[in-house]
């Protein structure tokens, strides 16, 4: 069983930036590959970004390259998404999810989830 749990939201001005973390509670977190998900209102859950395991592979969906950075510190259990150049259109609660070594762009591949936090980015 994995707890995960996000925090680093918030309310921000477009242009500004905000660092998401997530803590997990696994012993063998350096075993699980992790990813950032985001939910609009009225809309789907969409895949943000992904780690690897080993933190030596990352993927993120077109709307983001170059804005948001995913990172991990297994030391410290805990998975990161550095957003920067933030838009309205970021507005969401964002999730972080895990599963085991690859990752996935698939929310329904990733077994364990965070209670999410709110980002909300104003024009």
């Known amino acids: 069983q994995v707890q995960l749990v996000e925090s680093g939201g918030g309310l921000v001005q477009a242009g500004g930036s905000l660092r998401l973390s997530c803590a997990a509670s696994?012993?063998?977190?350096?075993?699980?590959?992790m990813g950032w998900f985001r939910q609009a209102p009225g809309k789907e859950r969409e895949f943000v970004a992904a780690?690897?395991?080993?933190?030596?592979?990352?993927y993120y969906t077109d709307s983001v390259k170059g804005r948001f950075t995913i990172s991990r510190d297994n030391a410290k259990n805990t998975v990161y998404l550095q957003m920067n150049s933030l838009k309205p259109e970021d507005t969401a609660v964002y999730y972080c999810?895990?599963?085991?070594?690859?990752?996935?762009?698939?929310?329904?591949?990733?077994?364990?989830w965070g209670q999410g936090t709110q980002v909300t980015v104003s024009a």
């Open positions: 780690i690897r395991w080993s933190g030596d592979s990352t």
């Open positions: 696994a012993r063998t977190f350096s075993s699980y590959a």
């Open positions: 999810a895990a599963r085991m070594l690859v990752y996935s762009v698939y929310a329904h591949e990733y077994l364990y």
